[in-house]
Every structure is written in C-alpha cells, then in structure tokens.
Nanobody, 126 residues
C-alpha cells in the first residue's frame, strides 16, 4: 500500500492557476498509474485526469481538457496537476489515487484505483 499526500490547494479567483502536488511514499510509485479525481459538495466523485506509469500517456475529463495538465516525476515520487483558467465549477476537494494495474494502462474509473490521498480543497471564486 502506498501513502498519498496532496498539497497545493487554496482559494483563488476565476481565471487563476494552481498546481496541485501528490507525494507518494511506502510503495513502488513508478509501477503505478496515477489519477486525479475531485468531489464537489453534494456531488459524486468524478475523474479529472490520469497518467500512465512509464511513457506519460494521459487522459482527461472533457471538462478540464485544454486547461489542466497532469504530469509525474518518478524520481520524486510525485504526481502533479497544473490547473489553468480555473472556473467556479472547478471548486471541489481534489484527490490523487494510485492504480496498481499490472498493465501500463490509464483508467478513468475510480473503482480501478487502490490507494487514495486525503484530498486538498480548491475553491474558485467568481
């Protein structure tokens, strides 16, 4: 099991940028595909972005495509989510998650992910 700790959330105005970080420990980070999810008040958790473990393939939700970028640094055991042109509807708790998939694939289904962080709050004011 890997421990995941998110950071970088905060309160920003619409149009601003933030970069979230997720530091992993206690596992083999480079073997996991990594994902970001978010959950807004009163809504279900939703997929945001994911990245493969080795070749940097990425998948994005349509709602963030072109504004958010997921990346990883296996040497630092860290995955990032760079968020630009933030909108009030991006307000949510953001979670990172590790997918212990045997295959080097990228998945958007939260049920595929094995380990989760505690989340970091992102609030975008209009």
């Amino acid at each position: 099991q890997v421990q995941l700790v998110e950071s970088g959330g905060g309160l920003v105005q619409a149009g601003a940028s933030l970069r979230l970080s997720c530091a992993a420990s206690g596992g083999s980070f480079s073997r996991y595909s990594m994902g970001w999810f978010r959950q807004a008040p009163g809504k279900e958790r939703e997929f945001v972005a994911a990245i493969s473990r080795s070749d940097g393939r990425t998948v994005y939700a349509d709602s963030v495509k072109g504004r958010f970028t997921i990346s990883r640094d296996n040497a630092k055991n860290t995955v990032y989510l760079s968020m630009n042109s933030l909108k009030p509807e991006d307000t949510a708790v953001y979670y990172c998650a590790a997918d212990h998939t045997y295959f080097d694939i990228v998945r958007s289904d939260s049920r595929a992910y094995d380990d989760w962080g505690q989340g970091t709050q992102v609030t975008v004011s209009s």
